[in-house]
Every structure is written in structure tokens, then in C-alpha cells.
């Protein structure tokens, strides 16, 4: 079955820190990758997502994931963090194919940003 | 609307009740995707909707889970004989087509609780 971990559970640093999140997954086909986040009180939304391409994807607010197909891992990174990046995130994949799309989410991690 | 709706937004009830759960997807989004947000289970997959049809209800917990959608739009979740462990918030996402690489945008959830 496929899996997702996410290393760390909580992350705290100061503002200005540089950020980086480690996503591995276990699945040997082809897949899709996400990070969504989850402010605090708000709805899940998108952050970043790769499917085909360049292995280094750049989404909002700065943030960018390198998929490495050899380590199965989709790190998401910031060179700088902001108070405003406290929140939750998650990485997800998706089993390309005839798999309807659904996505299978790691534990996330909650970073928190100290100003 | 603009986005994703849910209601109730929050669900208190009796051990043994049933619930019922909406979800309202964005205009025009054919996949529509139930998962489930709890303390140490983190996101799970629910079950699917392309149309009308449900081609995955792998994720469903037991048989007191069901889930319909009527016109290619509104969906119902519904817990019978509801217990304890049923507590968790209730996600409901939609996108414009099942394709695997399709952002899924997600509503605020219903959070249930059972007494």
C-alpha cells in the first residue's frame, strides 16, 4: 500500500530561518506529488504540486519541493520564513494511473515561526 | 459558490446516532473526494465521487459509513449508529476532473463529535 511519511512532527524557528520538510513516499510506479497547507482556522489549500517536468517545482509565497525519484522524497523548502508561514503542511501523493485522483496525505508538520 | 461548503460546521451528537454530513463542491467540478482529518490517524481517504458514481469506497472504515451524490453536485456523508471513535473533522474536496495531477480544493470540514 502506498505510504506517506513526513519526518517531523514540529518544527520551530525564528523568523528569517530557513525551512526545509522532508516528504518520502513508498510507491514504485509513477506519481503525483503535493504540499497543502492549513493555516491556522483555515481551509487546506494548495501550496505546491508535481506531476511531469522539472524535478524542482516552485509554488506561493516562496516556497519550492525537489522531487528526487532515486531517494523517493519531495523535500518542500523556504530560504526564509515568516511568522506568517505558522501553519500546518502536509505532503500527499498520487498513485498515477487509474487511481481517480485520491490522494494519500503524510501526518504533517507543524511549523511554528517565532518572530 | 466560490468554493467548497460543508455544513453543519460543527456536530454533536449521541453514541448510536446517525449524522449526516454535506458537502457542496465548487461549479462545475466533476471529482468530488471525502477524507477524514483525526488525532493519530492524521488525513485519510474517505471515498470518491466521479459524477454521480463512487469507483473507490476503499477508504470507508466500515459498512456504517455511506456516501451518495445526487446531480453531479451535492454529496452526503452519512455515519449510522455512530461511536466514539467517529470523532474527527470531515473533509470535503472537489476538482475540475478526476485527472491524477488536478489540485483538489478542500471545504472548512465539519467537525464531529460523538457523546
Known amino acids: 500500500a502506498q505510504s506517506v511519511s513526513q519526518h517531523n512532527h514540529h518544527v520551530i524557528l525564528s523568523e528569517a530561518a530557513s525551512l526545509e520538510l522532508g516528504c518520502n513516499y513508498s510507491?514504485?510506479?509513477?506519481?503525483?506529488l503535493f504540499w497543502y497547507v492549513q493555516y491556522p482556522g483555515q481551509h487546506l489549500q494548495l501550496l505546491l504540486k508535481?506531476?511531469?517536468?522539472?524535478?524542482l517545482v516552485k509554488g506561493i509565497k516562496g516556497f519550492e519541493a525537489e522531487f528526487i525519484k532515486s531517494k523517493f522524497s519531495f523535500n518542500l523548502r523556504k530560504p526564509s520564513v515568516q511568522w506568517s508561514d505558522t501553519a500546518e503542511y502536509f505532503c500527499?501523493?498520487?498513485?498515477?494511473?487509474?487511481?481517480?485522483?485520491?490522494?494519500?496525505f503524510g501526518q504533517g508538520t507543524e511549523l511554528s515561526v517565532k518572530p | 459558490g466560490a468554493g467548497v461548503s460543508q455544513s453543519p460546521s460543527n456536530k454533536v451528537t449521541e453514541k448510536g446516532k446517525d449524522v449526516e454530513l454535506r458537502c457542496d463542491p465548487i461549479?462545475?467540478?466533476?471529482?468530488l473526494y471525502w477524507y477524514r482529518q483525526s488525532l493519530g490517524q492524521g488525513l485519510e481517504f474517505l471515498i470518491y465521487?466521479?459524477?454521480?458514481?463512487?469507483?473507490?469506497k476503499s477508504g470507508l472504515p466500515s459498512d456504517r459509513f455511506s456516501a451518495e451524490r445526487t446531480g453531479g453536485s451535492v454529496s452526503t456523508l452519512t455515519i449510522q449508529r455512530t461511536q466514539q471513535e467517529d470523532s474527527a473533522v470531515y473533509l470535503c474536496?472537489?476538482?475540475?476532473?478526476?485527472?491524477?495531477?488536478?489540485?483538489?480544493?478542500f471545504g472548512p470540514g465539519t467537525r464531529l463529535t460523538v457523546l
Open positions: 474536496a472537489s476538482s475540475s476532473t478526476l485527472a491524477d495531477y488536478n489540485e483538489q480544493f
Open positions: 510507491y514504485g510506479g509513477t506519481v503525483n
Open positions: 508535481y506531476f511531469s517536468g522539472d524535478p
Open positions: 500527499a501523493v498520487n498513485a498515477g494511473g487509474n487511481q481517480g485522483g485520491k490522494l494519500i
Open positions: 461549479s462545475g467540478h466533476t471529482a
Open positions: 465521487f466521479q459524477g454521480n458514481s463512487a469507483p473507490d
